[in-house]
């Protein structure tokens, strides 16, 4: 009834739909149905893409349009309406071709650069789940502790640490862990395996409604495999003890029911003196249903497990009085261990050829543990200063949303609304900060106790196409429950805030021609803030506000290049920070952040693709005099590259290569983090189902150092504490061999 209403609501208010709609499905050579396929009307401007059945719905055509289909890995096709078009589904089959830059059309989607993106992931697949990371352009990652730990990340001007600043998500469930016992947003993609992954999808800048927490640099949203092609088996073997298997295979396979599973198993000693004794191990499960009438459930299943030893960040001093080499260690007995198990369910149901509804239920039980000695006998001249961080997490979120789309044909126009309401509860136990020795005797409890923290949300999302105009105003609503039990003092104590925020946004697309796009986005995020910092700051400025704005173009004068620039800013209230390798809370002022991206894809030939991004931001805090107001670590110079080849008589590869500048590390610039410049490199030879490779990392063999901080430390025969760059080295030349055969 309510469903009803609406609609003639709408219709009332819209004049009506459809004079001309053309209906169709849309299979491989193999006649499987094809989703997620694009359908555009070349003279309108209009599109629409298949649903998980193949079938689509494409109004306000005429006789003589021309519409195009197109998806990655497929030839286009493009045919001419005629009248029996208007009365008769059309069939139409795409055959499988080499993932090219014209396979993607620019149309007036507030991420259109996402599709764009994904051509250099298919073009140049990544070695794992943090590297597609990299694939943002301007977003940079950098690892400090022995490959077990979540990457250090960097986007527009943001050392976003572990992911304070930037949502992450696979499949719709959130990566990121809210008032994690290392820092807040921390984001361990180390349980997705890399031959799973599908697409990325990605933002920058708090413009998207269904994006909430984290969402204040942008976001990153990965999808994984619903159906594996063939069936998978590979191995790796490198330097320094690497060993890398990986299985992934099919259990059913049906039009309407499919299954596979994946695992992988990995070790490594690394490049450091002590040996890291890494090892992970992953397991996925997946069950996708669909049927004809473009309904579909995805059940997935996945555990990880990981244990690593460390050797931390180290002095450069040490270095340079050779007390150490570049790839020693002043406590050798740092890493940890973590886990992680998943489990998710996504449904959706197609109601009408116009309207959907989408829900998934998550739950995630999660364990960390992580021994660092930042400051080696800064604190402690007899035991040292090493530290345990523990906690034990179960997540359980769900998320329900509607969208329906209208046509308006008197005036060449399409409606589109998306509202959702969605939680997420965080219960996290004995979350533990200590002194320890040797990680065996625990010396000192510096905090200890228990999270809740509870974010219900709902979200509108409007969309309305007119034209050469695509006007997408939306709101979004956060309410938080936060709550700390402090299980340190004799007496009970429970601490409890709350906060309500709404985070209006704007973005604006004017689709010039099929060549030249313009864009304006604007809106209202939030700073991620902790538990521990909420009650420590008696609520106040509880999530202090994001201010973004964006315009910019994508400009595609022919099929096989496209460039694109933005020009941006961020303005943030504050910026709270909880320091958990010491137990206490940074509030570092009000910030604002000036940049400019740009960026350039080029299908050189069938063979032969090319991508380059160059990324420049002015950050700073706004609160401090001038010359003492750098923000530490936030790079405002980045780049990143590469060419890859595929098909050229069985053999592919690639060539890429990554970029940052000097940049201050502490807040009067007295103190520079080193730049780098890096090169990886890949070779592939394809014989009937078998393939094998070599991936070469850093293969000019630079020296440089993958993360650096400007740490006040101590060490053992030191009289004064000095503060300097401690570093992480980064990989030498790294080289692996890799064999696979599919089936």
């Known amino acids: 009834m309510i469903k009803n209403t609406i609609y003639i609501i709408s219709l009332l208010f819209f004049g009506f739909l459809q004079a001309h709609t053309i209906t169709g499905k849309i299979v491989g050579e193999d006649l499987t149905p094809l989703g997620g396929v694009g359908v555009y009307n070349k003279q309108s401007g209009d599109y629409t893409y298949t649903n998980n059945s193949g079938v689509f719905r494409l109004a306000n055509v005429s006789i003589n349009d021309q519409i195009h289909f197109y998806s990655l890995g497929y030839k286009n096709q493009t045919i001419t309406l005629n009248n029996n078009h208007l009365s008769t589904p059309l069939h139409i089959v795409l055959k499988e071709a080499a993932v090219s830059l014209d396979q993607v059309v620019l149309v007036s989607h507030i991420n259109a650069m996402s599709s764009i ?11 794992s789940a943090q590297e597609i990371l990299r694939k943002v352009p301007g977003l940079m990652i950098g690892q400090h502790a022995g490959g077990g730990k979540a990457e250090q990340i960097f986007l527009r001007g943001f050392d976003v640490d572990h992911g304070t600043d930037v949502a992450i998500n696979v499949d719709g469930m959130p990566v990121n862990m809210v008032s994690h016992a290392h820092g807040q947003g921390y984001a361990d993609m180390h349980f997705i395996i890399p031959e799973t992954i599908d697409h990325i999808d990605f933002g ?11 969402n204040t640099a942008g976001y990153v949203g990965l999808t994984t495999k ?21 299985g992934m295979f099919k259990l059913l396979e049906g039009d309407t029911n499919n299954a596979y599973i994946a695992s992988e198993y990995m070790l490594s000693d690394g490049v450091f003196e002590s040996p890291q004794q890494f090892n992970r191990l992953n397991l996925m499960a997946r069950y996708n249903h669909k049927d004809d009438e473009g309904n579909e459930l995805n059940l997935s299943a996945s555990h990880f497990q ?63 543990e992580l021994y660092s000695n930042f400051t080696f006998f800064l604190e402690d001249p007899v035991n040292g200063d090493q530290i345990k961080q523990k906690e034990d997490r179960t997540i359980i979120g769900g998320e329900s949303s509607y969208e329906q789309t209208l046509h308006w044909d008197r005036h060449n126009a399409q409606f589109q609304y998306h509202t959702g309401i969605g939680f997420r509860y965080d219960d996290i136990n004995e979350v533990e900060l200590s002194h320890t020795l040797n990680r065996q005797t625990t010396l000192d409890r ?28 939306g709101v ?27 985070s209006p946004k704007l973005n604006l697309i004017y689709q010039a021609s099929p060549k030249v796009q313009l864009f304006a986005k604007t809106g209202l995020g939030f700073h991620s803030n902790d538990t521990r910092v909420v009650v420590a700051n008696n609520g106040e400025k509880t999530l202090p506000k994001a201010f973004g704005t964006d315009i910019g173009t994508l400009y595609r ?63 700073r805090s706004t609160e401090e005099p001038n010359g003492q107001d750098y923000i530490p670590l936030a790079p405002d110079l980045t780049s990143s590259g590469g060419i890859s080849f595929k098909g050229l008589k069985n053999i592919s590869g690639g060539l890429n290569y990554r970029y940052i500048k000097d940049r201050p590390a502490n807040e009067d610039n007295s103190i520079v983090a080193e730049g780098y410049f890096v090169t990886d490199f890949n070779l592939n030879y394809t014989l009937k189902n078998w393939s094998f490779g070599l991936i070469i990392d850093n293969l000019f063999d630079t020296e440089w150092n993958e993360t650096q901080f400007a740490t006040n430390s101590r060490l053992y025969d030191e009289p004064e504490a000095v503060e300097e760059i401690h570093f992480t080295p980064g990989t030498p030349f790294f080289a692996r061999a890799k064999v696979s055969v599919s089936f």
């Open 446 to 473: 510096l905090a200890f106790g228990n999270i809740d923290e509870m974010n219900v949300y709902t979200f509108l999302n409007l969309n309305y196409k007119v034209d050469k105009w695509n006007i997408n105003p």
């Open 226 to 246: 619903k159906i594996l092609d063939k069936n998978l088996m590979s191995m790796e073997v490198g330097k320094y003890n690497t060993l890398r298997g990986l």
């Open 204 to 214: 920058k800048g708090p413009y998207y409604v269904d994006e909430g927490n984290f």
């Open 476 to 502: 979004r609503l956060d309410y938080f429950q936060f709550d700390y039990e402090n299980l340190l003092t004799n007496t009970y104590d429970n601490q409890g805030k709350n906060k309500l925020i709404a």
């Open 306 to 368: 990981s244990k690593w030893d460390a050797s931390g960040q180290i002095p450069q001093r040490a270095v340079d009085n050779g007390s150490i080499g570049r790839f020693g260690a002043i406590d050798d007995t740092e890493g940890g261990n973590t886990s992680r198990s998943n489990f998710l369910i996504d449904h959706e149901k197609q109601l009408d050829p116009h309207s959907r509804l989408k829900s998934k239920l998550f739950v995630s039980q999660y364990d960390f």
């Open 557 to 619: 004068p022919m099929d096989q290049l496209v460039f694109n620039m933005a020009f941006w800013q961020l303005q943030l209230q504050q910026e709270f920070v909880y320091v958990g390798d010491a137990g206490i809370v940074e509030p570092s002022g009000k910030s604002s952040r000036y940049g400019i991206d740009f960026g350039a894809r080029y299908q050189i030939t069938d063979w032969l693709y090319a991508y380059g991004d160059i990324n420049y931001t002015y950050a």
């Open 117 to 127: 993106i994904n051509v250099d992931i298919k073009s140049n697949p990544v070695k």
